[in-house]
Nanobody, 114 residues
Framework: QVQVVESGGGLVQAGGSLRLSCAASGSIFRFNVMGWYRQAPGKQRELVANIRDDGGTDYADSVKGRFTISRDNAKNTVYLQMNSLKPADTAVYYC????????WGQGTQVTVSS
């Protein structure tokens, strides 16, 4: 059984920063990919960023240069540093960890006020 737990969401003013954390625990030693999706009201869930166990990363164009993803393989933990936040970044952010299938967290709300 695998658990994925996010933390670090909240309310911030435009231009501010937040750091999300996500820990995956359970029967899997290491996840091939860990990352973040987000879903804004009325919109489809979209990939924000992911990071492979070799350190390779992918980012959505809308967050490049502002967000940084990192991971601690020993702890099966992934982080998302979000800088220069915009109201358009407001969404529920979901962490996932992939090993044969995706394991999802419950989501954490990020709200950016203008």
């Amino acid at each position: 059984q695998v658990q994925v737990v996010e933390s670090g969401g909240g309310l911030v003013q435009a231009g501010g920063s937040l750091r999300l954390s996500c820990a995956a625990s359970g029967s899997i030693f290491r996840f091939n990919v860990m990352g973040w999706y987000r879903q804004a009201p009325g919109k489809q869930r979209e990939l924000v960023a992911n990071i492979r166990d070799d350190g390779g990363t992918d980012y959505a164009d809308s967050v490049k240069g502002r967000f940084t993803i990192s991971r601690d393989n020993a702890k099966n933990t992934v982080y998302l540093q979000m800088n220069s936040l915009k109201p358009a970044d407001t969404a529920v952010y979901y962490c996932y960890a992939y090993s044969r299938i995706n394991y999802w967290g419950q989501g954490t709300q990020v709200t950016v006020s203008s």
